[in-house]
C-alpha cells in the first residue's frame, strides 16, 4: 500500500483537532501540507454535545450543527471547510502503530503515513466495567458515551425502550448529564456510586447536597455508597437487572455507565516521556521527542499559575492547548518565541435548567454562599475555596455571563480573604468588587 506523507500529521480527530486546524489556518498552512487522522466516521465536533442535546427527545443536536468550533463562539468547521483549506481529513481510520523513531504511523488496514511534525490528539477512552471483570457485564444495552457512535447507540436504545427503566452506574459528570437526559426523555432513573456524594473530585458535600436534592425532586433516585457487581440478561442477551454490591438488585432496560477515563497514549507507550498518566509535555505542547507535541486529554503539562504539572480533561484546556501547539510549531519555524501556556481551570456542566461554572483551583478550605435550596425557582449560589489566605477557586451555579467573567477574574487574581465567613457573607459581590 502506497505511503503518505504529509508535513504536518494531527493523530485524533478530536475537540483538539478541530481548534488545531483552526490555528494551522490562521497561520497559513498551505494545501496538502495538514492531515488529520481520526477512527471516527465524522469531522471534528464539540463533544460536549453528546451528553447534552444530542440525547434530547426533541430538537435533538445533529451534525453539521455542531461541528468544531461553535463550541467557543467561532465560525463551524463544516467538512467542506477542511477541503476548502486543503486539509486531508482521513477519516475512519485507527493508526494502530506508532514509531516515533522513523516518524511513521500506521493503520488498522495496513496503510503508512509519515510526517515531518506530529501532534498527538488521542484523547481519552472510557473505562469499561468489563475491565473489572463485573459479571454480566458484556450485556445489550450497557452503554458507554465517548464517541458519536456511542452517542447513536444510546439515541437507539433509548428509542427501543421507550418510558423505560435506567440505571446510571457512576456519579461524575457523564453520571450526572446523562441522569438528568434520561429523565428527560421520561425513563425511570436510578443512579448508582460509591461515594458518599456525586462529582466529589470537584464538589464539596454542600454543592453536592443541592444537586442530590436537586435531581430526587426531578425523579432520578441516587443510591449512593455501593457498587454494580453484576448483570442478569434477559433470553435476547439484553440487560435485565443490576446487583449492587450491598444486595440490592435494580430491573434495568438500559444502564449507561460512566466510571472514569484513561487517556489513550498506549501506542506511544516506552516511546515518549509520561507523567500523571499522560504524555509529560512542557509550556508549548512539545514532549520528550523531538517534533512530537500532545495537547488535550493526553497532555500532561506545567500549570504555571500553581507550580506544578497537571492533565485536564476537559473541553477548554483541549482547545487552548491545541492552538498554543500550532503557534508553537510555526514559531519554531520562523525563529519566533511565543509565551508559555498559562491556563486558568475552567470546569462547567449542564443538566435540566441548571448550569454550572467552576474557576481555579479546588483546594483549601472552602464556603458556600447564596441560595441553594433546590426547592427555589431560581436558585443561584456559588463556593470559593482559600487556600494560603488567598481565594484559588470559585464555582458558580446559575450565573448570568458577566458573574461567570467575575468569578473567573477572582480565580485568577487570587485576591486575599480575611476570612470565610466575610466570604459567605459577601458572596457574589466579592467577586464583582474585584
Ligand atoms: P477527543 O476525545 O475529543 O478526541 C480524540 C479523538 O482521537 C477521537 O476522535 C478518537 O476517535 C481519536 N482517536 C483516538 N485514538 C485514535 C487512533 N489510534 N487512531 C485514530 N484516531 C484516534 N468537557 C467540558 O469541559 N465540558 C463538557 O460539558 C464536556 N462534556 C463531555 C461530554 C462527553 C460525552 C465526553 C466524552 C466528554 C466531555 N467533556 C466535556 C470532555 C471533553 O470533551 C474532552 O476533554 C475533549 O474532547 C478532549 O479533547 P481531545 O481532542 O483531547 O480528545
Ligand atoms: P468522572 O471521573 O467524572 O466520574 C467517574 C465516577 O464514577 C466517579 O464518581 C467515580 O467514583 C465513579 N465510579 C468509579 N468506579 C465506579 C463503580 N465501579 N461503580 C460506580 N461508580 C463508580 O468520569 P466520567 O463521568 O466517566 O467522565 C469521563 C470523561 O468525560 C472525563 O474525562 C470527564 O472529564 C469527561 N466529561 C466531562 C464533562 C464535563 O466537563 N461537563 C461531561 C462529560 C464527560
Known sequence: MAEKSFKYVIVGGGVSAGYAAREFAKQGVK???????????????ERPALSKAYLFPEGAARLPGFHTCVGSGGE?????WYTEKGINLILNTEIVKADLASKTLTSAAGETFTYKVLIIATGSTTLKLTDFGVEGASAKNILYLREIDDADKLVEAIKAKKNGKAVVVGGGYIGLELSAVLKINNFDVKMVYPEPWCMPR????????FYESYY?????????????????SNDSGEVKEVKLKDGRVLEADIVVVGVGGRPLISLFKGQVEEEKGGIKTDGFFKTSVPDVYAVGDVATFPMKLYGDIRRVEHVDHSRK?????????????????????????????????LSWQFYGDNVGDSVIFGDHDPSSAKPKFGSYWINNGK????????????????IAKVAKLQPPASSLDVLAKEGLDFASKI
Open 76 to 80: 463551524r468547521l463544516l467538512p467542506e
Open 202 to 209: 470537584l464538589f464539596t458535600a454542600d454543592i453536592a447536597a
Open 321 to 353: 492547548s491545541a492552538e498554543q501547539a500550532v503557534k508553537a510549531i510555526f514559531a519554531s519555524e520562523q525563529g519566533k518565541e511565543i509565551a508559555d501556556y498559562d491556563y486558568l481551570p475552567y470546569f462547567y456542566s449542564r443538566s435540566f435548567d
Open 391 to 406: 481565594v484559588v477557586g470559585v464555582f458558580l451555579e446559575g450565573g448570568a455571563p458577566e458573574e461567570n467573567q467575575a
Open 216 to 232: 430526587e425532586k426531578k425523579g432520578v433516585s441516587i443510591i449512593k455508597g455501593t457498587v454494580a457487581v453484576g448483570f442478569t
Open 31 to 45: 494545501p496538502g501540507e495538514l492531515a488529520i487522522i481520526s477512527k471516527e466516521g465524522v469531522a471534528p465536533y
